[in-house]
C-alpha cells in the first residue's frame, strides 16, 4: 500500500509494509530495485510487499538460527 500515487511520491517510490497491523514501515526505494523485486514476487505469485516481508522474516530467521547455533557449539566446547 503506497501513501503516495507512484508518480506523486517525493524523490521515488514509497511502499508500506504493516506487519500484523502493529507497525508500519516505509521505504524509499529507487525504481530499479522496485522493478527487481517486482520481478522476485511476481516469479513467486506475492505482491512486492508480501516479498519484502518474507525476505526480512526469512533473514531475521536466520540471524537468530546462526546466533543459536554459535551460542551451542560455545556451549558444548565446540569450535
Do not use: W
Not at 508500506?16 to 516469479?43: F, P
Not at 537468530?64 to 566446547?77: L, W
Request: net charge negative.
Amino acid at each position: 500500500m503506497s501513501r503516495f500515487p507512484e508518480s506523486d511520491a517525493p524523490l521515488g517510490r514509497l511502499a508500506t509494509l504493516v506487519s500484523m497491523g502493529t507497525s508500519v514501515l516505509s521505504l524509499r526505494i529507487d525504481g530499479e530495485l522496485l522493478e527487481r523485486l517486482r520481478l522476485h514476487a511476481a516469479k513467486r505469485g506475492m505482491s512486492v510487499q508480501d516479498y519484502v516481508v518474507q525476505t526480512l522474516i526469512r533473514d531475521d530467521f536466520d540471524e537468530r538460527f546462526k546466533s543459536a547455533v554459535d551460542e551451542t557449539e560455545k556451549f558444548y566446547g565446540v569450535t
